[in-house]
């Protein structure tokens, strides 16, 4: 039987680097994306069993050299997305106009499935660049192409994340953090692995036209997350509510300042709307793509001793 080919953008990111183990494993031939090789090539060689990998470099993303990555295709997968916009369109540039053209040519050269990663709550942060080019990325998918499935997860986390890991070196250094919206938006971690597990279930199960959103076994607030975080540090922090008016000129700042910032103003307006279930769409524990769903306690602590005093020797022995 001829083993299905895996077109993946994006695979350099976090879930990109775990879903590419656990592909290779199913004997899947994987064709990985990369703008730039030199940069990116020596962690992905390290993520698939060998020859069944290859790494193609596109800087741009023209029709002709996109068509002609998806010849002989059966599956394409998109995991690109941007916290923070680069310039003006960026956002629209990356979360809505790029899916839009690779589902195009996926329909051009008849895949079986395109599966797009979006985010999860975006339907109603409509005061949020992001969120706005999400949801029209997904309609975008939607109306090009019929072998569609959206994925939206709530926030994927492990210790190749830049949430959890910034939080951990943020509340190492800092004895006082700010918390936004009193800290009651709510959340669904879901971690790295689970969300692979749903990508894979969801192409051996060859299951098309649908959205699913992707939650974890937990609800918790932003608050309560960053109380999680402090004591798998063991330490003690002061959590201050920070008023809005403040934080934006915070955020302002970093933008202007800082290459990454820590917080921007669209993301403030994001933390502002709650991210969990909509429930216009079933989630990936109603449909059953995940055998167990990790513990969000159980996970970082599995990795927050980098931060904690003494390093690795500042493990728990069981």
Partial sequence: MKPKEILV???????????LRKLSRQNFKITVVTRNLHRKAYILKSQANAGWLNIVELSSFDYEKLNKLFENKDICINLIGILHKQNKNSFKNIHTLLPKQL???????????????????VENASNSEYALSKLNGENEVKKVFDNYVILKPSLVYSVDDNFTTMMMKLLKLLPAFPIYYEGKTVFYPIHVTDMCEIIEKIILNEIIMDTVECIGPEKMTFKEIIEK???SLEIRRFLIPMPLFIARQIASFFEIFM???????DQLNLLKHNNQPSGKYKTNKQLGLNQSLKSFDREINKYSFVWKEGGEFSQKKN
């Fill in 259 to 265: 290459k990454k910032p820590l917080i921007t103003n």
């Fill in 229 to 231: 975080i402090i004591r």
């Fill in 103 to 121: 589902a195009i040519v996926a329909k051009k050269n008849n895949l079986k499935q395109f599966i797009h990663v979006s985010a999860l709550g």
């Fill in 9 to 19: 953008f994006g695979a350099s990111g976090q879930i990109g680097r775990h879903l």
